[in-house]
Antibody
Framework: QVQLQESGPGLVKPSQTLSLTCTVS??????????WSWIRQPAGKGLEWIGR???????NYNPSLKSRVTISVDTSKNQFSLKLSSVTAADTAVYYC???????????????????WGQGTLVTVSS | QSVLTQPPSASGTPGQRVTISCSGS????????VNWYQQLPGTAPKLLIY???QRPSGVPDRFSGSKSGTSASLAISGLQSEDEADYYC????????????FGGGTKLTVL
C-alpha cells in the first residue's frame, strides 16, 4: 500500500521560504508511471495545484506560482520536496502531496488522476 | 475564481439521486479527461471517479461520472448520510504549457 507523508515547519515568517518534503513509502518514486505533485487548500476554500515532478526531474508548475516555486526529487530517499519563496499570508494553507497516475497525453504533456494523497500539513505564514 | 465551475452546494435526502455539474472549456474538459474527488471533513481528498466515468476499486457503483463537450457531471444514487462531503472535479488544461485545474468544490448536504 502506497503512503505519502508531508513534513516540514508549520509556521513560516512572511517573505521567507516555505519548505516541505513528501516521503513516499510502499512504492518507488523512481517508477516511470507517475508524476509527484503538490496541491494546497486554504482553510474553507478549494484545491489549488502547485506543480509536479517526474522521476527524471522534469517539472510543471502552476503559472500563477511559477516564479516562486521549486519542486525537486531525491530518489535515493524516495522523497520529493517543495520550496515556495517570498511567502505571504495568502500562502497559508494545508499542503498536500499526491501521486498522479499517467494515463493520457495531450498537447505534449501526460496526465492522470491523483490516486494517493498525503494526509496534508498545515502551514501558517505569520510573524 | 476556479477555472472549472461547480455549484457551491447541493443537497438531497437519503435514497435520493443527486448530480453535481462541472463546467469548463475547450482547453480542459473539452479535450481532456475529468476526475472527481471526495473530501470528507478534515481529511485529504479521495479519488472517486477517473477518466470521466471510471471508478477505482472500492468505490461503490452508486457513484457515476459522465462528460459531454466542455461539461461533466457526478451522479450519486441511493444517497447515504456518509456521502456528506465536498466534491471536486479536476482536469488537465492545455493552456499556458499545461496545468491541472480544479473546480471550486460542491458541498453536498444529506438532509
Amino acid at each position: 500500500q502506497v503512503q505519502l507523508q508531508e513534513s516540514g515547519p508549520g509556521l513560516v515568517k512572511p517573505s521567507q521560504t516555505l519548505s516541505l518534503t513528501c516521503t513516499v513509502s510502499g512504492g518507488s518514486i523512481s517508477s516511470g508511471s507517475y508524476y509527484w505533485s503538490w496541491i494546497r487548500q486554504p482553510a474553507g476554500k478549494g484545491l489549488e495545484w502547485i506543480g509536479r515532478i517526474y522521476t527524471s526531474g522534469s517539472t510543471n508548475y502552476n503559472p500563477s506560482l511559477k516564479s516562486r516555486v521549486t519542486i525537486s526529487v531525491d530518489t535515493s530517499k524516495n522523497q520529493f520536496s517543495l520550496k515556495l519563496s517570498s511567502v505571504t499570508a495568502a500562502d497559508t494553507a494545508v499542503y498536500y502531496c499526491a501521486r498522479e497516475v499517467l494515463g493520457y497525453c495531450s498537447g505534449g504533456s501526460c496526465y492522470g488522476p491523483f490516486d494517493y494523497w498525503g494526509q496534508g500539513t498545515l502551514v501558517t505564514v505569520s510573524s | 475564481q476556479s477555472v472549472l465551475t461547480q455549484p457551491p452546494s447541493a443537497s438531497g435526502t437519503p435514497g435520493q439521486r443527486v448530480t453535481i455539474s462541472c463546467s469548463g472549456s475547450s482547453s480542459n474538459i473539452g479535450s481532456n479527461t475529468v476526475n472527481w474527488y471526495q473530501q470528507l471533513p478534515g481529511t485529504a481528498p479521495k479519488l472517486l471517479i477517473y477518466s470521466n466515468n471510471q471508478r477505482p476499486s472500492g468505490v461503490p457503483d452508486r457513484f457515476s461520472g459522465s462528460k459531454s463537450g466542455t461539461s461533466a457531471s457526478l451522479a450519486i444514487s441511493g444517497l447515504q448520510s456518509e456521502d456528506e462531503a465536498d466534491y471536486y472535479c479536476a482536469a488537465w488544461d492545455d493552456s499556458l504549457n499545461g496545468l491541472k485545474v480544479f473546480g471550486g468544490g460542491t458541498k453536498l448536504t444529506v438532509l
